[in-house]
């Protein structure tokens, strides 16, 4: 009880700091430039927080976040490049002759349709995919390696049709989302307080579903599945549903990328970003929902500052530090964090040791 | 309506070629507490697999009541009334003993109904009574992995009567178990066995003695004898392969 209830006190702390860090101390302390950097990395705080849960609570790696971030990404980019280039066809349709508009574009002319698309497709495919592979008992690194091929797939299918899909390039130059401005300063600023009301209200649900006894069941298949199924659940439907609720997070953080960013390409889907989208998350934390958005924010922010400087070593940094983490900090910095409050407080009262 | 309630027959299985269970016919009945002994290798564990549906007969029905449980899976053969202990104690160790009980309460099993649960005064106090019951009333809110072997075991038995199944089955509930906690485990089994069948497995031929009505005795995957424990402690075949050494 006493410790249970310190965890969740220990849950609301943090998530505290981090309202008060990204609502008023960076607005007003950090530039736009800046800004709009915080907006891109809390991006993938929204796809960590849907990683916490498959991964950390269900104990489901996926490897192929990024194929659900590019259908969200992708779909955002569809609306928004037919709204900066109505009403010609794309500009690299052109370049590739194609002379008609696909018939599978036009829906995107509509935000209603576009958004709709973005919450369902990712849904639907995830949960047939999930449920029919977790119903033959398919888990594990094999479920890994699967979704790690599905990333793998649409890399290769997005590269391949140039004149649908932009090809390497993927889609860019964006300018207004239903008639307003998306890339002049004020409309950033906006965007990134909208991006931080989106994590939040993701973090809520997140938190929602782990406090529910759906959240105790997750943890009980995590630890002995068999035993679930002996309690007479249908443990399939649970880790397809929780997996599609990951799938739709990512989705979600990819379409808001397309809006952030202006752009989407293959490689942002691809196997590596899907990868680097898991070490985020273990960095943070991967039982903790606030730890995955620190995660994404020290991870996003060293890529920037490496990278920037020197552009090589970027991949064998987070390689490094992918190992170390799992190595010695397994439940990453909120397990660090928990352990230092969980220290101080014995010593605080020592006679409540064991 | 019949006393019987699982009803075994021609019940075969083999495993690359190794016949674990050969061409088993067993029945118990309502009310009875029935213990299943025999040397290792005897099909004892298969035996309960095969009817909790975690392994598939290759020949054979297994009748529970009405239903045919060889073509149904795991999780709606729990729902029928069947509930499966296992040899070593299964239990969410990250959970509490209280969420341990709860995750067994045979409702809200489906996704939105396990999402917008809120545990009920009625709930509390079921979950109160089997803790009471299996010895952990005071281990409510301790996670499950701080238990002792014998309490994991309790707790595991307290989780199928949360399930309140009319067929239970037991895969060695005292091994690891002290003395102590053998009587007491044999003052639960008599306690929960009145109005629904246990079929348990057991080494412990004095714990046996002190709780069974009947005992089956298996032999390379085939029915050696059956009957009280008297008849069986003087069966010369039983006494030749197990009871002797």
Redesign the interface.
């Known amino acids: 009880?006493t410790?249970?209830r310190m965890m969740s006190r220990v849950g609301l702390v943090p998530a505290i700091l981090l309202a008060l860090l990204l609502l008023v101390i960076f607005p007003v302390f950090l530039g736009s430039y800046w800004l709009n950097l915080i907006s891109k990395y809390l991006v993938f705080g929204v796809v960590g927080v849907g990683i916490v849960l498959a991964w950390g609570y269900g104990g489901i790696l996926s490897l192929g976040q990024g194929l659900f971030f590019g259908i969200g990404g992708y779909l955002m980019a569809m609306y928004l490049k037919l709204q900066a280039s109505a009403p010609n066809l794309p500009d690299f349709m052109v370049w590739s002759s194609t002379e008609v508009l696909p018939w599978w574009w036009k829906p995107y002319y509509s935000l209603t349709v576009t958004l709709i698309s973005i919450a369902v497709i990712p849904t639907v495919l995830a949960f047939v995919f999930a449920y029919a592979v977790f119903r033959k008992r398919v888990g594990g690194v094999y479920f890994a390696i699967v979704t790690l091929a599905l990333a793998l797939t649409l890399t290769v299918m997005l590269v391949g049709q140039q004149g649908y899909t932009g090809g390497a390039n993927g889609i860019t130059d964006f300018r207004t989302l239903a008639g307003m401005s998306i890339i002049s300063d004020k409309a950033k600023l906006v965007l990134y307080f909208v991006q931080v009301v989106i994590l939040f209200i993701v973090m809520g649900i997140g938190t929602a579903?782990v406090k529910?006894?759906?959240g105790?069941?997750l943890?009980?298949i995590r630890?002995?599945e068999?035993?679930?199924?002996?309690?007479?659940?249908?443990?399939a439907?649970?880790k397809a549903?929780i997996f599609t609720v990951s799938a739709l997070f990512s989705a979600l953080g990819g379409a808001l990328y397309s809006l952030q960013v202006g752009l989407i390409t293959p490689t942002l889907v691809g196997v590596v970003a899907s990868i680097e989208m898991i070490i985020y998350v273990a960095v943070g934390g991967r039982l903790s929902i606030v730890g995955a958005v620190v995660g994404a924010l020290l991870v996003g922010w060293s890529k920037s500052v490496i990278s920037e400087s020197f552009p090589t070593i970027w991949l064998f940094f987070l390689g490094g530090l992918f190992i170390v983490i799992t190595m010695f900090l397994p439940s990453g910095l909120a397990g660090l964090f928990s352990r230092i409050k969980l220290r101080s407080a014995t010593i605080a009262t020592p006679e409540r040791t064991q | 309506m019949s006393a019987v309630i699982l009803s075994v027959q021609e019940l075969s299985v083999s495993f690359d070629g190794f016949v674990a269970v050969d061409g088993l016919n067993f029945t118990v009945e309502r009310n009875e507490l029935r213990c299943v002994i025999g040397p290792n290798g005897a099909g004892k564990t298969t035996l309960l697999d095969m009817i909790c549906g975690k392994t598939k007969p290759s020949h054979g029905t297994i009748k529970f009541k009405e239903l045919e449980l060889t073509h149904m899976i795991e999780h709606e053969i729990t729902r029928a009334g069947v509930g499966r202990k296992f040899q070593t104690p299964a239990v969410y160790e990250d959970l509490t003993v209280l969420e341990n009980l709860e995750i067994s309460y045979p409702e809200q099993r489906g996704i939105f109904g396990s999402l917008f649960f809120r545990r009920t005064p009625d709930y509390r106090l079921r979950i109160d009574e089997v803790a009471d019951q299996v010895y952990l009333r005071d281990f409510l809110d301790a996670k499950a992995a701080l238990l002792s072997h014998g309490q994991k075991q309790w707790l595991e038995i307290g989780m199928l009567l949360m399930q309140d199944p009319e067929l239970m089955l037991l895969d060695e509930p005292v091994a690891g178990m002290s003395a102590r906690e053998r009587e007491l485990t044999a003052d639960l089994l008599k306690q929960i066995a009145p109005g629904r069948c246990v079929v348990l497995i057991e080494h412990d031929m004095a714990f046996v003695r002190s709780i069974a009505h009947k005992v089956t005795v298996l032999h390379q995957g085939k029915l050696l004898a059956e009957g009280t424990m008297e008849q069986i402690q003087s069966d010369e075949r039983v006494i030749d392969v197990y009871l002797g050494n």
């Open positions: 009880m410790t249970s579903i529910s006894r759906l105790k069941i943890i009980a630890d002995r068999d035993r679930v199924r002996f309690s007479g659940y249908d443990t439907l649970f549903f």
